[in-house]
């Protein structure tokens, strides 16, 4: 039999992404854990083009609303809120101030939101503005934090996808982790995809699955991962979690990873997420 492109992603599939399918957490863990999560979210970006592209210059791009009813900052904390998480942490920068009047103390959902912004009015990036949250205080260090950046959406899980999320913590935990990555275990490729032997086209398929687990641009730290933060980051420069500190807990197999279905992740990147989004709501409303 030939090979295909999708019969070659299937075995880079398999090699690449397998999931933990035995180790098992009840709902009254992630009940208890709820009470001593925060959730963090980053929204100290400009978001150049996707502002231009809505003609949304004047607000912070977590501020853009999909559905002409919440923003994506908003949505983002009333799901987490409908599962009982009351802490949340606002990550800001660009726009500081209009992102905490837009949410305020919380109070509006029943929660709690701290905010903390980014030292000196630098660009720190997430991992600095982290390390900030946690010098300053806004962080609670004993709190386990669900990193989301809200323009990261989640539409269609089925079950609330903060339990999903806190689940697969928990099973990372269970197995000596101390930071779990959330996933999908494939994207589309934006253009045809082919396999070329010698110069010779044998197989093309537009926008082909590639098999690769991608990160969704959700993650979860326990507390026990604060110190990484202390250690490897520094406030003297922008950088990411993703290039500094989670390629540490990675060699010292410190690091899991859940995978959820690739078409519940909508990344609002440009006008096409955007679209792409208010498509999944509809979907998911029944309209």
Partial sequence: ?????????????????????????????????????????????????????????????????????????????????????????????????????????????????????????????NAGAILHALNNGALDDSFTAIVHNPDDMIVGMGRPYGEVFLEGHLKGVKNGCVCTFVVVPETPLQYSGMIIRDGRVLDVTKYPPIAIPAHTGITIFHPDSYEYFRRLVSLERESSFEAVVCPTLAKEKKLFAINIPSETWIPVNDLKGIEAAQAALEFASGH
Avoid: C
């Fill in 1 to 125: 039999m030939s090979d295909t492109l999708e019969s070659i992603m299937a075995e880079i599939r398999s090699r690449v992404n397998t999931e933990d399918k035995t180790t098992k957490v009840s709902q009254t863990e992630i009940e208890n854990a709820k009470m001593k999560t925060v959730v963090v979210l980053p929204a100290g970006g400009k978001g150049t083009r996707i502002r231009a592209e809505t003609h949304s210059d004047g607000i912070n791009k977590v501020m853009i609303s999909i559905d002409g009813k919440q923003s994506m900052i908003e949505r983002t904390i009333s799901d987490y809120a409908s599962i009982g998480i009351k802490d949340f942490v606002v990550l800001t920068g660009f726009l500081a101030e209009m992102v905490e009047a837009h949410l305020g103390d919380g109070s509006r959902w029943g929660v709690r939101i701290r905010h903390s912004r980014d030292p000196d009015g630098r660009k720190v990036g």
